[in-house]
C-alpha cells in the first residue's frame, strides 16, 4: 500500500478534481437515467461543496487515486461522491475510504452513514452491501415516475 488518504488541503485543485471524478464515473454515462447530477457541477461548485463538507483525497504517489465527500446530518454522515481511479479499483481504496468516514461519524457522535446510489447500479449496491450498507429507501429524481435512486445505511460499529 503506498496511497495515503488525506483531509483536501485548501489549496485544492478542484478543475482536476472534477476530472477525475468524470473519469471514475464514465462508466455510468450510458447507464443511468437521469444523467449524474456530476454534469452539472464546474470546478467553482466543486471547490463550494467542499467549504460545506468535509472532502477526502486518497493520493498514490501524489497522484489523486480517489476521494469522498462527507456531511454531517442530524443522525448520520452523508456520503457522496466517492470515486476510486478505475485502474486502481480492487486494491482497498474504497474500503479504506468507507472505513475513515466510519471514524469520521464515530467521532462526530452519529450512528450511521448513508448514501444513495442509482437502481441500475448494482455492482455498486453488491458493494455497499459489503460494506455493511442496507437498502433503507427508493426514491425518483423529479420528473420521474419511477424509482431511480435507492438510499442506504450502514451502522457505525
Sequence with gaps: MFWTIEEAPGDTDFKL???????????MDDRIDPPSSL???TATT?????ERERLFLVRDGGQLAGCMFCRAETDHLYVGKVAVCPTLQGRGIGRALFANAFALASELGLNALELETRIELTENQRAFQR???????????????????????????
Excluded: C, D, N, W
Excluded at 17 to 24: E, K, R
Excluded at 46 to 50: H, N, T, V
Design 39 to 41: 454534469h452539472r457541477m
Design 17 to 27: 478534481l472534477l476530472t477525475f471524478l468524470h473519469q471514475a464515473f464514465a462508466y
Design 131 to 157: 460494506l455493511g450498507f442496507e437498502k433503507i429507501a427508493e426514491s425518483a429524481h423529479r420528473g420521474y415516475a419511477r424509482p431511480t435512486s435507492i438510499r442506504m445505511r450502514a451502522a457505525v460499529r
Design 46 to 50: 466543486l471547490g463550494k461543496k467542499a
